[in-house]
């Protein structure tokens, strides 16, 4: 059975830092493209970075470039995301998401796991 659970969430002003982390059980993560995605109250699942299987490219959604990083450590089956200079409009709740193959995918509907997801609230 695939799982996938978010942690690292939380309360923060603008300007701080946080860490997600995605740990992944029950598949092999390597054979996997991963992705990070939000979703803030009456929005649309919104992408914000996807990784290649093996690290080497990363791909972001233009209002998080240069603030955010996507990795992964296959050998311990997690994914992060290094949030920083966090914005109020980055609060959402943030879900990572496995999608079979290793390229970039940035279609929410080419993911086939998904983890519950974890709650990022940033005050202004």
């Known amino acids: 059975q695939v799982q996938l659970v978010e942690s690292g969430g939380g309360l923060t002003q603008g300007g701080g830092s946080l860490r997600l982390s995605c740990a992944a059980s029950g598949l092999t993560l390597g054979d996997y493209t991963m992705g990070w995605f939000r979703q803030a109250p009456g929005e649309e699942r919104e992408f914000v970075a996807t990784i290649n299987w093996n690290g080497a490219r990363t791909h972001y959604v233009d209002s998080v470039k240069g603030r955010f990083t996507i990795s992964r450590d296959n050998a311990k089956s997690t994914v992060y995301l290094q949030m920083n200079d966090l914005k109020p409009e980055d609060t959402a709740v943030y879900s990572c998401?496995?999608?079979?193959?290793?390229?970039?995918?940035?279609?929410?509907?080419?993911?086939?796991?998904w983890g519950p997801g974890t709650q990022v609230t940033v005050s202004s």
């Open positions: 998401a496995a999608a079979i193959g290793g390229d970039l995918r940035v279609d929410r509907y080419q993911y086939i796991y």
